[in-house]
């Protein structure tokens, strides 16, 4: 057994209402600047839908993620090293700024700077990245609130893989119609194959808290990490040279904090946690021939941190107390491996990703009830799971690489829980027989209840700081030639810096861990005056 720690997210999919405030706030923490004004490190996608970049989730065309050789052995879809040297100074397979979208602004100096007249003036759109007009015709959120399902639904690579297994299943007319949001951001996988795609070995992930980064000072800017990631959540910084992604708003996470999606998360349906893996058993379960035993072999990973050998390893292996202590109260492993309502996004990428995601659940018990029948009795209940509105195929083609029983099995979790807490409410006696059936008790329904429904700030975040003193000295130093990533003298082109138009320059009054504490203070106070700064 080789015990490692890792910072780990869930997120609760019946929450997300859709109003992409963690987008905008991550595009103005990390992305607000020259070269990625077509990067969201943070994105929310209607489903069902194309995604961003479009059709992502199309790997015989994207060539991301592994897959196995003859052999058995893991091997990166888009090829071998012997592949990747033949080919290093040809452009590998990543998509263009169509499959994402042209950024653009208004002309609107037109507005402002035209003469009286009888003609109203236009602020036509104007790309962001050469300056000249344009007409819109794909966005980041082009498919949201299911805009144009009809015609562009059918695109959809998971509705496509559905209906070869279930025919008609899922439609589009309007009786039939779902939709629900996903929020993404990188997944910080255990077995990342961006890393493993990186020529220059600029991208690597971090031992203390398992954050997949790139090195600005090594990156090369050959883009096959690009192509390496499924998920396509690693970005080409056309101004710098430099590939770019979602760092787990590691300054945060490092002095206890969460990211700034989950702070500013409107549905409060994020979740961070420690998690506890043996690294000695990555490669056996991303190795598992059958597809859809990926998911139980990515839990087999886990280790439970109340298993006193499990301690006793990890003290050996130098993992801190006060991480331990936070791996016993992550809401995270409570999610994904005790209740296991939580599920992978696309396991068979073989990538073991660590964003896990509770499916959504439609209002079975109020569309039971409509029907005329008995929404609270458990037969019933159960049953109408596979008659939801959002197809159990399609979210088994999401988070189980198509096998329907994992997700049948959390969806029957979260049932059981509201019919239990709605017989609680009404003041009536819950029937033993539902939360029997999904072979929890009363108290484990109602300690789950609690966590997805009712759970306060630092139940919902259970962060361990990571070396506050240290990142205390690294906060106030002035390093003497800026900001590595994107300062004038950098390895990068110059101009603004990572952090907006101020950043990556000598003697910049940087943000002090007491300000961050601060803001943790603020957040789970009910008293303005209990967050002043020490």
Partial sequence: MRPMAQLAMVMNLDKCIGCHTCSVTCKQAWTNRQ?????????????????????????????????????????????????????????????????????????????????????????????????????????????????????????????????QQVSDKVRFEFEQTFMFYLPRICEHCLNPSCVASCPSGAMYKRSEDGIVLVDQDRCRGWRMCVTGCPYKKVYFNHRTGKAEKCTFCYPRTEVGLPTVCSETCVGRLRYLGVLLYDADRVTAAAEVENEQDLYEAQLGVFLDPQDPEVRRACEAAGIPDDWLAAARRSPVHTLISRYRVALPLHPEYRTLPMVWYIPPLSPVVDALTGTGHDGEDAENLFGAIDTLRIPVEYLAELFTAGDPEPVRAALQRLAAMRSHMRAVNLGEEPDGRISAAVGMDRAQIEELYRLLAIAKYEDRYVIPTAAVGDAGRLEESALPEGCALDGEGGPGMGGDGPFGGDSGRRLLPLVSVETFHALSRRQKSDRADDAREV
Avoid: C, H
Wanted: aromatic residues 14%; hydrophobic residues 30%; negative net charge.
């Fill in 35 to 163: 070269g990625m004004e077509y990067v969201w490190f943070n994105n929310v996608e209607t489903r069902p839908g194309q995604g961003y970049p479009r059709r992502y989730e199309d790997q015989e065309k994207w060539r991301g993620g592994w897959e196995l050789n003859r052999r058995g052995a893991l091997r990166l879809k888009a090829g071998g090293r012997l592949r990747k040297l033949a080919g290093i100074f040809s452009n590998p397979r990543l998509p263009e700024i169509k499959d994402y979208y042209e950024p653009w602004t208004y002309d609107y100096r037109t507005l402002t700077d035209a003469p009286l007249g009888d003609d109203y003036p236009v602020a036509r759109p104007v790309s962001q990245l050469d300056g000249r007009p344009m007409a819109i015709e794909w966005s980041s959120n082009w498919d949201d609130d299911l805009g144009g399902a009809p015609a562009y639904g059918d695109l959809d690579p998971m509705v496509e893989r559905t209906r």
